[in-house]
């Protein structure tokens, strides 16, 4: 019998044992909190820090040396990056702080998000193509039906496929109207205020116009109840999609692995300083050896039992994601390099077998966590992306590659007689890049490039 059956047949159902997935899935901010209430619920658990001579925790100073090698190899790549791709905004980047990639960074981050959920080749393809139409806020604005139409399915297919993508962060995103989009964030959110969803469903627009009054003769509440609705509207985001344009919600995270670029290799850092250490109290192993009565002793072995399971399923936890880190630095290389716009095709079922271990285990690993390299923090999730062109070699190009050639070939056109997006298509063609014109206006715009028109010089 298994260590983990064990504990769970002594805990019995009243104790609920973790599962081996749910550690996997924690970030390291989770797991800090998962084991802090270990801590308290269980008696034989100690956490705690290690601290050298001069006062300062071990993994405190592991942190800083984290960050001196961070700095150095993120001064170099910058100005690599500046020369190379050189903007306005360029020399301001802050060294935390990820690539400003304006307008198409939201649909990247939801598209990344669908690498968890299991879809079949048909509705991931339906799904992304939503996520294609939704506008700067993150709005649907183009009617369901139209859309099967369009892409010659069921409506129900492409309904169902809407509350797929409804269900991504940031919430709201997929609205077809302001009304869903604060529905969304309330049904998300668990708001039950009454009085402020009716206002949501119905009277935005009076809401707009001030006319609270009227309001609360319609909804039977009165001016105070209104105004109360008012402020929890208020704290709602009409537009999702706009905190997402330049990724300035990532700013703030908190890396779980850390990958930094030495002389001839990079050198790959699991963020355990952000949850404590993790032991079993001597007292207490030393009591399972002292004659006490049986029924401290059971109490004792299953206490025990359990956090020798916990810090068994860490340990994994970490083996399995370092083994996932380095299979991405691997096969992204280029990336980690060169910066955004290298970025190879790689699905969860590649990094499964190089690894050895099954997709949904990757799925679990990289679910929730996010890397930071010179170039930014990106969600685990970023670093999986599919071809747009199958030419069947390891160069095949995706969306990364094509909006970065696409870049290369406007910088070298004549300026006074610049491409319009159909030679654009053209050029990227004999790059070994095809695809469409209208994809080509749509990568264009993501990077707020203007058309043919205003790009030429009089």
Same mark, same amino acid.
């Given at each position: 019998m298994d260590l983990k059956m064990e504990v769970?047949?002594?805990?019995?159902?009243?104790?609920?044992?973790?599962?081996?997935?749910?550690?996997?899935?924690?970030?390291?901010?989770?797991?800090?909190?998962?084991?802090?209430?270990?801590?308290?619920?269980?008696?034989v658990v100690d956490i705690e820090e290690k601290?050298?001579?001069?006062?300062?925790?071990?993994?405190?100073?592991?942190?800083?040396?984290?960050?001196? /090698?961070?700095?150095?190899?993120?001064?170099?790549?910058?100005? &690599?990056?500046?020369?190379? &791709?050189?903007?306005?905004?360029?020399?301001?980047?802050?060294? /935390?702080?990820?690539?400003?990639? !304006?307008?198409?960074?939201?649909?990247?981050?939801?598209?990344?998000?669908?690498?968890?959920?299991?879809?079949?080749? !048909?509705?991931? +393809?339906?799904a992304e193509y939503l996520i294609d139409l939704?506008?700067? !806020?993150?709005?649907?604005?183009?009617?369901?039906?139209?859309?099967?139409? #369009?892409?010659?399915?069921?409506?129900?297919?492409?309904?169902?496929?809407?509350?797929?993508?409804?269900?991504?962060?940031?919430?709201?995103? %997929?609205?077809?109207?302001?009304?869903?989009?604060?529905?969304?964030?309330?049904?998300?959110?668990?708001?039950?205020?009454?009085?402020? =969803?009716?206002?949501?469903?119905?009277?935005?627009?009076?809401? %707009?116009?001030?006319?609270?009054?009227?309001?609360?003769?319609? $909804?039977?509440?009165? *001016?105070?109840?209104?105004? #109360?609705?008012?402020?929890?509207?208020?704290? $709602?985001?009409?537009?999702?999609?706009?905190?997402?344009?330049?990724?300035?919600?990532?700013?703030?995270?908190?890396?779980?692995?850390?990958?930094?670029?030495?002389?001839?290799?990079?050198?790959?850092?699991?963020?355990? &300083?952000?949850?404590?250490?993790?032991?079993?109290?001597?007292?207490?192993?030393?009591?399972?050896?002292?004659?006490?009565?049986?029924?401290?002793?059971?109490?004792?072995?299953?206490?025990?039992?359990?956090?020798? /399971?916990?810090?068994?399923?860490?340990?994994?936890?970490?083996?399995?994601?370092?083994?996932?880190?380095?299979?991405?630095?691997?096969?992204?290389? =280029?990336?980690?390099?060169?910066?955004?716009?290298?970025?190879?095709?790689?699905?969860?079922?590649?990094?499964?077998?190089?690894?050895?271990?099954?997709?949904?285990?990757?799925?679990?690993?990289?679910?929730?966590?996010?890397?930071?390299?010179?170039?930014?923090?990106?969600?685990?999730?970023?670093?999986?992306?599919?071809?747009?062109?199958?030419? %069947?070699?390891?160069?095949?190009?995706?969306?990364?590659?094509?909006?970065?050639?696409?870049?290369?070939?406007?910088?070298?056109?004549?300026?006074?007689?610049?491409?319009?997006?159909?030679?654009?298509?053209?050029?990227?063609?004999?790059?070994?890049?095809?695809?469409?014109?209208?994809? *080509? +206006?749509?990568? !264009?715009?993501?990077?707020?490039?203007?058309?043919?028109?205003? =790009?030429?010089?009089?």
């Open positions: 769970t047949q002594t805990l019995g159902l009243s104790q609920r044992m973790i599962q081996s997935t749910e550690i996997l899935q924690m970030s390291a901010q989770e797991l800090d909190t998962y084991l802090k209430e270990l801590a308290v619920e269980n008696p601290y050298d001579k001069t006062g300062q925790s071990e993994r405190d100073a592991e942190l800083q040396k984290k960050l001196e /090698w961070l700095a150095s190899s993120d001064e170099q790549n910058r100005v &690599y990056y500046s020369e190379e &791709y050189s903007s306005d905004d360029d020399d301001n980047q802050e060294m /935390w702080n990820v690539s400003d990639n !304006r307008g198409e960074d939201l649909a990247e981050y939801l598209i990344s998000q669908l690498v968890t959920i299991p879809l079949t080749d !048909r509705e991931q +393809a339906i939704l506008d700067s !806020r993150g709005y649907l604005t183009e009617e369901t039906e139209q859309i099967a139409a #369009q892409l010659e399915t069921e409506e129900d297919e492409v309904a169902r496929m809407l509350q797929v993508v409804q269900s991504l962060e940031p919430a709201g995103v %997929g609205a077809r109207n302001l009304s869903e989009c604060l529905l969304i964030q309330m049904d998300r959110q668990k708001i039950e205020d009454t009085i402020a =969803r009716k206002i949501a469903a119905d009277y935005l627009e009076q809401l %707009g116009k001030n006319q609270l009054p009227q309001i609360a003769r319609k $909804l039977k509440a009165t *001016v105070d109840d209104v105004l #109360q609705a008012m402020e929890v509207i208020r704290e $709602l985001n009409p537009k999702p999609g706009n905190s997402f344009s330049s990724r300035e919600n990532l700013k703030y995270i908190t890396p779980d692995v850390t990958v930094v670029k030495l002389k001839d290799y990079y050198e790959i850092l699991l963020n355990e &300083y952000m949850y404590p250490k993790m032991s079993i109290n001597g007292y207490y192993r030393n009591m399972l050896k002292a004659g006490n009565d049986k029924e401290t002793k059971d109490y004792v072995t299953t206490k025990v039992k359990q956090a020798e /399971w916990v810090m068994q399923c860490v340990s994994q936890r970490n083996v399995t994601l370092m083994n996932v880190s380095k299979c991405i630095v691997d096969v992204q290389e =280029r990336f980690f390099t060169y910066g955004p716009g290298y970025l190879r095709p790689l699905k969860l079922a590649d990094v499964a077998e190089m690894v050895g271990i099954h997709e949904s285990t990757v799925s679990r690993a990289v679910k929730d966590k996010y890397l930071q390299c010179s170039w930014g923090i990106f969600p685990m999730n970023y670093f999986f992306i599919g071809a747009i062109s199958k030419t %069947g070699n390891e160069n095949a190009a995706t969306a990364d590659t094509a909006k970065n050639l696409l870049k290369e070939i406007i910088a070298d056109e004549n300026h006074e007689k610049p491409y319009s997006d159909r030679i654009l298509s053209e050029k990227l063609a004999e790059r070994g890049v095809k695809i469409s014109r209208r994809t *080509v +206006a749509k990568y !264009r715009e993501a990077m707020e490039i203007k058309d043919a028109s205003g =790009r030429k010089v009089f």
